[in-house]
């Protein structure tokens, strides 16, 4: 079985510049979630998708991160502009219930 | 808001019981308990899953007492592979509340030779 893909696995950037990650979970999992990993930290849920529908963005910055998951099944998630404070391990993880997610390897972005 | 406490580090030899102990005083019914493990540059990873009493899967056993108030993750003979972060978590499928779904700082464990 296919694990959860996420592209780039590196980005670097200056701040107030943009950037997109993206995710394609494993087949048949309806749940989608995006955290953010601090160094040092546990990872942050940023957002949580059912299918298509948000079920929860209550942590997510919406002044400047952004999150789709058009059809229900790849999702990207965008940061504009980038802060340094946004420096970090982007995780997308799915489940075909929220008690057992699996995870990517995640996106390591660095904000010059 | 069913946060988690753990230990932030500890430390064991190899072939030892490792057990981390978890406390999570505001569970809610609905909540089941569930342990993943980390390593450096990659993704958490699931290890055992549990709602009360025991739990034991191939690689662990999970440790619920009646109250539901604490739990511990039990590692039997340990080797250096196990190093990692361990992360305890509750939640429910039952929607979403907010923080829910609450990592924490984790459990670093180190297993020495």
């Known amino acids: 079985e296919a694990g959860v893909a996420q592209s780039p696995r590196y980005k670097i950037i200056e701040k107030r510049q943009s950037v997109a990650f993206w995710c394609n979970p494993i087949?048949?999992?309806?749940?989608l979630y995006w955290y953010q990993q601090i160094l040092g930290q546990g990872p942050k849920l940023l957002i949580q998708?059912?299918?298509?529908?948000?079920?929860?963005d209550s942590q997510l910055p919406k002044d400047r991160f952004s999150a789709e998951r058009l059809k229900g099944v790849d999702s990207t998630l965008k940061i504009q502009p980038a802060k340094l404070e946004d420096s970090a391990v982007y995780l997308c993880?799915?489940?075909?219930?929220?008690?057992?997610?699996?995870f990517g390897p995640g996106t390591r972005l660095t904000v010059l | 808001l069913a946060k988690t406490t753990q230990p932030i580090s500890m430390d064991s030899y190899e072939g030892q019981e490792v057990n981390i102990t978890c406390s999570h005083n505001?569970?809610?019914?609905?909540?089941?308990i569930t342990w993943y493990q980390q390593f450096p540059s990659q993704g958490p990873r699931f290890i055992i899953q549990?709602?009360?009493t025991k739990v034991t899967n191939e690689v662990a056993s999970l440790f619920i007492p009646a109250d539901r108030k604490s739990s511990t993750l039990s590692l039997p003979r340990v080797s250096l592979s196990d190093t990692a972060v361990y992360y305890c978590?509750?939640?429910?499928?039952?929607?979403?509340?907010?923080?829910?779904?609450?990592f924490g700082r984790g459990t670093q464990l180190t297993v020495w030779p």
């Open positions: 993880a799915s489940s075909l219930r929220d008690r057992n997610q699996f």
């Open positions: 505001n569970i809610a019914t609905n909540d089941y």
């Open positions: 998708f059912q299918n298509n529908g948000v079920v929860d």
């Open positions: 978590l509750v939640g429910s499928d039952r929607g979403s509340t907010l923080g829910r779904l609450y």
């Open positions: 549990g709602y009360k």
């Open positions: 087949s048949g999992h309806a749940t």
